[in-house]
């Protein structure tokens, strides 16, 4: 079946170093992308999404990019926090009304 | 911005017993609303569809007698685990889609079933 996954499963960074998280999508037809930050025992929190007209969008610290040739899409986090540590999904919504296709998640560790 | 409530964040139950959780839209009324179940360190699987008025639908591998849901209102949807065993211990979330096409959905915060 189609998914979306991820290339790796941790990434550990040094406090003020940039982070780059990558997603490998493999539904051509999704046309809306969400990058999602969830912390132990909670839910899922939106990041920054972006639309498949598009192939940058920033947001505060973050940026997404999104590359329709190669279906991949990554998540750039600037000068990362130890707040930031977290797993990461990618998300796409393959049709409209349906529910989110998570992505396996990347476990970012920052270190101080 | 509209929130989605779920309760209760920790339930621990004994094996065969059954438990529920809820899921309520709290400002703004949802006509569906999506299961998700993540074990650890896994990513969110959907579990189901609830839709109100009608039948949920259940993803291939699903068990709708098991994992019985219910969506009563337009802002109240339940999902009740019945006769739990240990392998149902997970986290349960659920997601109130957008309310335009291609915005972020809503998440409640999450259920940690322990069955003991």
């Known amino acids: 079946g189609e998914s979306v996954g991820l290339h790796l499963p941790t990434l550990s960074v040094q406090e003020g170093d940039n982070s780059i998280i990558n997603c490998a999508y493999s539904?051509?037809?999704?046309?809306?992308f969400i990058w999602y930050k969830q912390e132990s025992g909670k839910g899922p929190q939106f990041i920054i999404d972006i639309r498949s007209n598009m192939d940058k969008r920033q947001g505060q610290r973050v940026t997404v990019l999104l590359n329709k040739t190669v279906k991949h899409l990554s998540l750039q986090i600037a000068a990362t926090q130890p707040g930031d540590s977290a797993v990461y999904f990618c998300?796409?919504?393959?049709?409209?009304?349906?529910?989110?296709?998570f992505g396996k998640g990347t476990t970012l560790s920052v270190s101080s | 911005g509209a929130v989605v409530s779920q309760h209760p964040s920790r339930v621990i139950c004994k094996s065969g017993t059954s438990v529920k959780i809820e899921c309520r839209s709290l400002d703004f009324q949802a006509t569906t609303m999506f299961w998700y179940r993540q074990f650890p360190k896994q990513s969110l699987m959907l579990m189901a569809t609830?839709?109100?008025?009608?039948?949920?639908?259940?993803e291939q591998g699903v068990e709708k007698d098991k994992f019985l849901i219910n969506h009563a209102s337009l802002t109240l949807s339940t999902l009740t685990v019945t006769s739990a065993h240990p392998e149902d211990s997970s986290f349960y979330i659920c997601?109130?889609?957008?309310?335009?096409?291609?915005?972020?959905?809503?998440f409640g915060q999450g259920t940690r079933l322990t069955v003991v």
């Open positions: 998300a796409e919504n393959g049709q409209a009304g349906t529910a989110l296709i």
């Open positions: 609830s839709n109100e008025g009608s039948k949920a639908t259940y």
């Open positions: 997601s109130a889609p957008p309310r335009t096409m291609n915005t972020e959905a809503f």
């Open positions: 539904n051509s037809a999704s046309d809306y």
